[in-house]
């Protein structure tokens, strides 16, 4: 029995460990930034994307931090006090300043995580997303919106324009005198002007669609790099 409730006792603890190991994989690969901060403004845990929004390198931002090391981080610290005390907060933006170095802008939500034991005490966990990257999504979906509306709405306009311009053909056929032959190809003339502003339309938003993509890629890589 007690060989068996030791397995039992190693098998839960590697399972813990697993855990432990396939948690910190997730957040030292998310993209979003997470900062684990104790009571006294102690930084527990900073993933590199974290580091990377702080502003700072290794140097300035060890191991071991204090997030009112910097003044910089002032907003940050006050985030943290109100969670501790009044509880999470859903979304927060905040500016960081750092001297002559480019500002960044971030949207904030934390949790507190409950006290385990009579010793323990709660802590905030931040979890930090970059404006200019969610800028530069939202901006890639509308317009990516706008070119899928802008493409159904030329579809639409091409598919009865064909039939029209079918129509007046087969009517065109037919007509003797002037009158009718000049209303004709006014028919024409118009329906393939149409047509025309249909096709450069959807290649203005094929275009745009492949170049706006591109640039929002860009711009977040540029900012990755400045900051």
Same mark, same amino acid.
């Given at each position: 029995?007690?060989?068996?409730?030791?397995?039992?006792?190693?098998?839960?603890?590697?399972? %813990?460990?697993?855990? %432990?190991? @396939?948690?910190?994989?997730?957040?030292?690969?998310?993209?979003?930034?997470?900062?684990?901060?104790?009571?006294?403004?102690?930084?527990? +845990?900073?993933?590199?994307?974290?580091?990377?929004?702080?502003?700072?390198?290794?140097?300035? /931002?060890?191991?071991?931090?204090?997030?009112?090391?910097?003044?910089?981080?002032?907003?940050?610290?006050?985030? @943290?006090?109100? /969670?501790?005390?009044?509880?999470?907060?859903?979304? +927060?933006?905040?500016?960081?300043?750092?001297?002559?170095?480019?500002?960044?802008?971030?949207?904030?939500?934390?949790?507190?995580?409950?006290?385990?034991?009579?010793?323990?005490?709660? !802590?905030?966990? !931040?979890?930090?997303?970059?404006?200019?990257? !969610?800028?530069?999504?939202?901006? /890639?979906?509308?317009?990516?919106?706008?070119?899928? !509306?802008?493409?159904?709405? +030329?579809?639409?306009?091409?598919?009865?324009?064909?039939?029209?311009?079918?129509?007046?053909?087969?009517?065109?056929?037919?007509?003797?005198?002037?009158?009718?032959?000049?209303?004709?190809?006014?028919?024409?003339?118009?329906?393939?002007?149409?047509?025309?502003?249909?096709?450069?339309?959807?290649?203005?938003?094929?275009?745009?669609?492949?170049?706006?993509?591109?640039?929002?890629?860009?711009?977040?890589?540029?900012?990755?790099?400045? +900051?």
């Amino acid at each position: 029995r007690l060989a068996r409730e030791e397995a039992l006792a190693r098998a839960s603890r590697a399972e %813990a460990q697993l855990q %432990a190991v @396939v948690s910190n994989m997730v957040i030292e690969g998310l993209p979003d930034g997470v900062l684990v901060v104790d009571s006294d403004y102690v930084v527990q +845990a900073a993933n590199p994307a974290a580091h990377m929004m702080l502003g700072s390198d290794s140097e300035v /931002t060890p191991h071991a931090f204090s997030i009112d090391d910097d003044p910089a981080w002032f907003q940050l610290a006050q985030l @943290v006090q109100l /969670t501790l005390v009044d509880g999470p907060v859903d979304a +927060a933006e905040v500016t960081l300043r750092h001297g002559d170095r480019q500002v960044s802008r971030l949207q904030v939500r934390t949790e507190r995580t409950p006290a385990l034991g009579e010793m323990a005490r709660p !802590m905030c966990v !931040m979890f930090l997303q970059d404006l200019r990257e !969610m800028e530069a999504r939202l901006r /890639t979906e509308k317009l990516a919106a706008m070119g899928r !509306m802008s493409a159904a709405v +030329a579809h639409e306009i091409r598919n009865p324009l064909a039939a029209i311009s079918q129509a007046n053909a087969l009517l065109a056929e037919d007509l003797q005198q002037p009158v009718h032959q000049r209303l004709a190809s006014m028919v024409r003339q118009n329906a393939e002007r149409l047509g025309h502003i249909v096709d450069d339309v959807l290649d203005v938003v094929r275009v745009e669609q492949s170049g706006e993509s591109a640039a929002g890629r860009d711009e977040v890589e540029l900012d990755a790099q400045a +900051a």
